[in-house]
Each structure stands twice: as C-alpha cells, then as structure tokens.
C-alpha cells in the first residue's frame, strides 16, 4: 500500500490525513510540536486552572468542510449554538443591542423585516452586498461597499474583519464573496453560527487522532522537517534533523505547514509573505455568566473586542486585525477588553484573573496582492502536495479554509 506522509498537524494535515485513511490509504503523520491541533487546540492554563483555547472560533452550519470533517471523525455534536439563525450585537458605547436573524429559504425576507435587520438600515443599503459577486481581484471590501454609514459600522466591517482579519479597507473582496455565498445567502439553514462545546481539541483535534489510530495512521510529535531531498522532479527523502525518511516510489508528502517553512523546503514556491495578528483574552469568573437571548457568543460594536464569547465561568474575547493591539503589555490589553465584558455582562469594573494569547502570525494577511501570492494545491514537486489555510482555496484562511484545503491535498494525492 502507498503511504503519504504528511507534514504538519494541525486542522489541514489532520483533515489530509483522515481523508486518506477513511480511503484506505496509510499515512504517516510528523508534527514538529509536541501536540496537534495547531492554532485550532486547547489546554490547561495554570493561572487560570482550567481548560482555554488557544484561540476562539465561531463557525456556520454552512461550512460544509468543516461539517463533512467533523462527521467523518464522528464529532458532529462537538458544536453548540443557536437552534435557528442568530448573531447577536451591543453598541458598548450606547448599550444598544439587536439581532440579524436570517429566515429560512434563500429568498432573504428577512431584510423587510426592521425587527430582523441592522438597525438603522433600509433595505436597498443591503444591494451594495451584490457589488463583490463582481468585485474584481484588486478590490477591496470598502471599494464595494464603501466606509461610512450604519450598515459599514454594524454588519460590513464586524464581518470582514472577522472572516479576513484584515482591516475592511485593505481585505480582499474576492473573499468575501465565498463566505456570503455559502453562508448568508443560502438562508438560516446554512448560517447558524456554532462554536466547540468544551473546548477546539475535544472538537477538531482529538476525535481525529482516535480515530487515525483506529486506522492504522503512524502519528510521531516532535518531527520538525529541515529539508526534503530530491531527485529530478520528485522527494525522495525527508530529513528531520538526526533522523530521515524514504519517500519511496509511488508514495507522496503533503506540505501542511506555514507559508514560510514551505517557502523554506521547496525552491521557488511563491507564498504570502504578510501576516496579521489576533488577540484572545480570557477572563475566569467568580462565577457562570450567561449571555443574552442563550446564544454563546456576541458581537461587539465601538470597543476593543469584536467578539464575546462564554462557557460556563469563562469570558473569552477576541480581536482581530490587532497589530497594535497585539504590541501592547497583557495587563494592557486585558484592562482595555475586560471594559468591553462587563459592558456585556453587567459586571463590575474589578479585573478578574485573566490569559491574554497573542498570535502575532495568526493568517496571512488578506489583501489583493497577498492573495495574489497564494499558491495551488501542487507545487514543483511531482510528488509534494501543499495544504494550509494559506494556499488558494478561494476562501479566507480560517478553520474552514484550512480543513478544505486538506481534503483539496487528500484527492489530489488519490488522484495520482
């Protein structure tokens, strides 16, 4: 039987993997750290004794990747959220607070409804959407939707920020428009949100490494790859420091790494070289808060943070696009979101005990010429393939787009 060996486990070498071995394939998969899940994990935070995520995650019923991945690692209610399509917001600055609730259907009534829509919006502002079905490559989300007005505060910049962790004025249209079509306009049924019942490792990480063992898959921690030696267009060995693997005739590599140490190991491999930061915080309360309307998450309008999130006596923020933020002290930061929480919750001022997370290289960064940079699933290698939330999946990098693009290395590497 032909092996693949895969490098790199987080969301798109994990998703590689199951792929292959749900096909029959083996697989051997070699993670440089001493864990999998990449950016998308979880773990046990001594400060705040109890089990955070590295990062928060909101997802949609429609991430059809992400949702085929989770069933096939038989994980599907790993996700909570809403029974019907929700996304709550508050204004910190006024206490103002409202919903979207997109109908069942694609015919999107919702928007007649003001109850339904951003308030302070008619109906014909909502058009200016259809501008990046047609947007070309060098647009970006302001060039179609403009900078001003209450609809661009409330819904345009949230949901590119969120989606691109790009600044609205420097983000890709062209990817914006994906999330649109596969989400929002395919009704209620394809966008209530969800997000990890317990935590990103019980959800995405260690379901999928049950059942790669279940399998058969070889999974070795601690392997980071130096150089992948060829001959003519092919790998043939895989060097990992003292130690090296034969890449044997009719076998294959699939590159789930980050762009530069793919850059690194295959000559003349165009990548994106610009990243964006995110900032997480999380807050341990003295107690379980709950936010309103029983959704587990809330957008947030005019402060720090973009998005609340709550399980049980945990508070997380995140914020996105947060180069500045992200150069700032923790204690700093910290102050500056916990305003935004209590804002949210109704508590008070004291600063509880609190992680901050900064991933200075959360994504690439999203713009026209970065995403120009993105190379294809196949590289200069007749038997390398590359997967990663960075590569040209036509969506943004996020867990979506990194799962996708582990399932485009997986049948590009069946197809062979």
Same mark, same amino acid.
Request: net charge positive; with cysteine; glycine share 10%.
């Given at each position: 039987?032909?092996?693949?060996?895969?490098?790199? *486990?987080?969301?798109?070498?994990?998703?590689?993997?199951?792929?292959?071995?749900?096909?029959?394939?083996?697989?051997?998969?070699?993670?440089?750290?001493?864990?999998?899940?990449?950016?998308?994990?979880?773990?046990?935070?001594?400060?705040?004794?109890?089990?955070?995520?590295?990062?928060?995650?909101?997802?949609?019923?429609?991430?059809?990747?992400?949702?085929?991945?989770?069933?096939?690692?038989?994980?599907?209610?790993?996700?909570?959220?809403?029974?019907?399509?929700?996304?709550?917001?508050?204004?910190?600055?006024?206490?103002?607070?409202?919903?979207?609730?997109?109908?069942?259907?694609?015919?999107?009534?919702?928007?007649?409804?003001?109850?339904?829509?951003?308030?302070?919006?008619?109906?014909?502002?909502?058009?200016?959407?259809?501008?990046?079905?047609?947007?070309?490559?060098?647009?970006?989300?302001?060039?179609?939707?403009?900078?001003?007005?209450?609809?661009?505060?409330?819904?345009?910049?949230?949901?590119?920020?969120?989606?691109?962790?790009?600044?609205?004025?420097?983000?890709?249209?062209?990817?914006?428009?994906?999330?649109?079509?596969?989400?929002? *306009?395919?009704?209620?049924?394809?966008?209530?949100?969800?997000?990890?019942?317990?935590?990103?490792?019980?959800?995405?990480?260690?379901?999928?490494?049950?059942?790669?063992?279940?399998?058969?898959?070889?999974?070795?921690?601690?392997?980071?790859?130096?150089?992948?030696?060829?001959?003519?267009?092919?790998?043939?060995?895989?060097?990992?420091?003292?130690?090296?693997?034969?890449?044997?005739?009719?076998?294959?590599?699939?590159?789930?790494?980050?762009?530069?140490?793919?850059?690194?190991?295959?000559?003349?491999?165009?990548?994106?070289?610009?990243?964006?930061?995110?900032?997480?915080?999380?807050?341990?309360?003295?107690?379980?808060?709950?936010?309103?309307?029983?959704?587990?998450?809330?957008?947030?309008?005019?402060?720090? *943070?973009?998005?609340?999130?709550?399980?049980?006596?945990?508070?997380?923020?995140?914020?996105?696009?947060?180069?500045?933020?992200?150069?700032?002290?923790?204690?700093?930061?910290?102050?500056?979101?916990?305003?935004?929480?209590?804002?949210?919750?109704?508590?008070?001022?004291?600063?509880?005990?609190?992680?901050?997370? $900064?991933?200075?290289?959360?994504?690439?960064?999203?713009?026209?010429?970065?995403?120009?940079?993105?190379? $294809?699933?196949?590289?200069?290698?007749?038997?390398?393939?590359?997967?990663?939330?960075?590569?040209?999946?036509?969506?943004? *990098?996020?867990?979506?787009?990194?799962?996708?693009?582990?399932?485009?290395?997986?049948?590009?590497?069946?197809?062979?």
């Amino acid at each position: 039987m032909s092996r693949t060996h895969i490098v790199g *486990a987080g969301l798109a070498g994990l998703a590689a993997a199951v792929s292959l071995v749900r096909a029959g394939r083996a697989v051997t998969l070699h993670e440089a750290g001493g864990r999998a899940g990449g950016r998308c994990r979880s773990y046990l935070d001594a400060r705040l004794d109890c089990l955070i995520d590295n990062g928060n995650h909101l997802l949609l019923s429609g991430n059809r990747s992400a949702m085929r991945y989770l069933a096939d690692i038989e994980a599907v209610d790993a996700l909570v959220g809403p029974a019907s399509a929700c996304f709550p917001f508050l204004d910190v600055r006024t206490g103002r607070r409202w919903s979207l609730r997109p109908n069942a259907g694609r015919l999107p009534w919702w928007l007649l409804r003001s109850e339904r829509r951003v308030p302070g919006t008619r109906v014909r502002n909502y058009l200016s959407g259809l501008r990046f079905a047609v947007a070309g490559p060098d647009r970006t989300v302001t060039d179609c939707v403009g900078d001003r007005g209450v609809l661009f505060e409330r819904f345009w910049e949230p949901l590119a920020v969120a989606a691109l962790n790009t600044p609205a004025e420097s983000g890709a249209s062209c990817l914006l428009w994906p999330v649109l079509r596969e989400t929002f *306009a395919r009704g209620a049924a394809a966008c209530r949100p969800r997000i990890a019942r317990f935590g990103l490792s019980h959800a995405f990480v260690d379901p999928a490494l049950e059942l790669l063992g279940r399998r058969g898959a070889a999974v070795r921690f601690g392997r980071r790859l130096r150089r992948i030696a060829c001959a003519g267009p092919s790998a043939t060995r895989l060097h990992f420091g003292s130690e090296s693997v034969a890449v044997r005739e009719g076998e294959s590599v699939i590159l789930a790494v980050p762009p530069a140490a793919a850059a690194a190991l295959v000559p003349s491999l165009t990548v994106p070289r610009e990243s964006n930061a995110i900032v997480n915080a999380h807050f341990r309360l003295s107690e379980p808060a709950r936010l309103p309307a029983d959704t587990p998450f809330l957008g947030l309008i005019g402060g720090t *943070a973009q998005w609340l999130f709550v399980r049980g006596d945990v508070a997380s923020i995140t914020v996105s696009a947060a180069g500045a933020l992200a150069a700032e002290p923790a204690e700093t930061i910290a102050g500056k979101t916990w305003n935004d929480v209590a804002t949210a919750l109704d508590l008070g001022r004291d600063l509880p005990p609190y992680r901050v997370v $900064k991933e200075r290289r959360a994504t690439f960064a999203q713009t026209p010429g970065e995403v120009r940079r993105r190379p $294809k699933t196949r590289c200069g290698l007749a038997n390398v393939y590359l997967a990663g939330d960075w590569i040209d999946t036509g969506l943004p *990098a996020t867990i979506e787009g990194a799962i996708r693009s582990g399932h485009m290395a997986a049948r590009a590497v069946a197809g062979e």
